[in-house]
């Protein structure tokens, strides 16, 4: 299954189509995964997906910004949904190396966080990208990213 598609399919069954903001916490929750924010993770890390003993476990660093630990959430929810192996994520060096797991996982979560037919809407409703970021729950840039990806243009300009 695309990563589009699982993303929909999982919004669509947890009953959360119509959210901005999708409850990343209940969705592990009802998946019984252990969430854990922790200082340190394993090559500096964002977060990790593993399993312990069959039990999932996702770490995200404390260390970060709210908006880069949703992200992280939702990409290492990714993993645990395409049944990734477990390791530490999300290092520099996955990134450099742009490893298909990482992808994979960075599409799962933009569509999660940010569903294609959502932005299209705010366009047409004319919001900044700085406003739909702050309704999505997500950092300027990640919306940037994901406006980019689907052919818009967006603020490359922006100052924190």
């Known amino acids: 299954m695309k990563e589009r598609d699982l993303a929909n399919h999982i919004l669509d069954h947890f009953g959360m189509s119509n959210d901005d903001r999708p409850d990343l916490t209940r969705i592990a929750q009802i998946q019984g995964i252990n969430v854990r924010y922790v200082p340190w993770i394993e090559?500096?890390?964002?977060?990790?997906?593993?399993?312990?003993?069959g039990h999932p476990i996702i770490e995200i660093s404390s260390n970060k910004a709210e908006t880069h630990q949703r992200f992280t959430f939702?990409?290492?929810?990714?993993?645990y949904f395409m049944n990734h192996a477990d390791r530490a994520r999300d290092t520099y060096q996955q990134f450099r190396l742009r490893e298909p797991e990482e992808i994979s996982a960075n599409r799962f979560a933009a569509e999660l966080l940010m569903p294609k037919t959502k932005v299209e809407r705010f366009l047409d409703e004319g919001l900044s990208q700085a406003e739909m970021a702050n309704r999505f729950g997500v950092s300027h840039e990640s919306m940037g990213y994901r406006l980019n990806n689907l052919g818009y243009e967006y603020d490359r300009e922006y100052t924190f």
Do not use: M
């Open 43 to 53: 090559g500096d890390a964002s977060g990790c997906f593993r399993e312990n003993d």
């Open 74 to 79: 939702t990409h290492e929810l990714g993993h």
